[in-house]
């Protein structure tokens, strides 16, 4: 109803069967189908274990059944490996079929701490006929330096984007990777363009944000209206004012 109310749905593991834990950092999107997912990260209680999860619901999110939610990356060693910052994306999958939808996820990867690599996972995620199963496909993207925040968006004709910031270089840059083809041909992505440098730094504090601070948190989209702009790139991200 256009957001007037609002219902409160718990993903726990009644629902997901992960066990006692942590899940955090969690991404919302809708597909062309009506669709609802969710991405989230997961880690268990004792430390052993850390997973990254999409769930899926096909009554306008009042139900996630066991069947529609994937692990599509299980770390056992999360002492050197871990995952943060979950984004999600749907849009066109360049298939056969007609009304096909896919659903993607981006993330970053740390070793040992240290932001190593930005990773986007797909599926065929449902046509017009109904709900297909949840199979999930994983690249990396060519990230270089230290990549944070791997948003991904999809455009009108299956295009695959990701942007990220660099915080491995001097200033940190943000940058945005693309592939033509998206989940049907493989997610291969290109080298990253830089849309511009920022001099915000990683968690730099203001007043508003005292503990953990702020970053450029870049975030993407693409015009896939009938418009003038159809198939336009927009990137938004916080920037360092004068003063």
């Not at 749905?9 to 834990?21: A, E, F, Y």
């Not at 995952?83 to 999600?88: D, G, H, I, R, V």
């Not at 291969?188 to 440098?197: D, E, K, S």
């Amino acid at each position: 109803d256009s957001g007037t109310t609002w219902t409160g749905v718990r993903i726990d593991d009644v629902i997901d069967s992960l066990g006692d834990g942590r899940r955090f950092d969690p991404s919302v999107a809708y597909d062309a189908n009506g669709n609802v997912y969710v991405a989230y990260g997961f880690v268990n209680a004792a430390g052993t274990r850390r997973a990254v999860v999409v769930a899926r619901s096909l009554d306008d999110g009042a139900t996630f059944l066991a069947t529609d939610i994937k692990v599509i990356d299980n770390q056992v060693n999360p002492s050197t490996v871990t995952q943060e910052q979950f984004y999600l994306a749907t849009g066109i999958d360049n298939s056969v079929l007609p009304a096909r939808e896919s659903v993607y996820v981006g993330w970053t990867e740390l070793t040992a701490g240290v932001p190593t690599r930005v990773r986007v996972a797909g599926s065929p995620s449902s046509d017009s006929t109904g709900a297909l199963p949840l199979v999930f496909s994983t690249a990396d993207v060519s990230a270089t330096g230290r990549p944070r925040m791997g948003d991904v968006t999809v455009g009108p004709n299956g295009e695959l984007y990701a942007t990220w910031t660099d915080y491995g270089s001097t200033p940190e840059r943000v940058v945005v990777a693309s592939d033509p083809n998206g989940l049907q041909g493989g997610m291969i992505f290109g080298a990253a363009a830089q849309v511009t440098v920022s001099h915000l730094g990683y968690r730099r504090i203001i007043p508003a944000q005292a503990q953990r601070g702020i970053s450029a948190g870049p975030n993407i989209d693409v015009d896939r209206s009938g418009g003038p702009f159809r198939g336009r790139m927009y990137v938004t991200y916080s920037e360092l004012g004068d003063g």
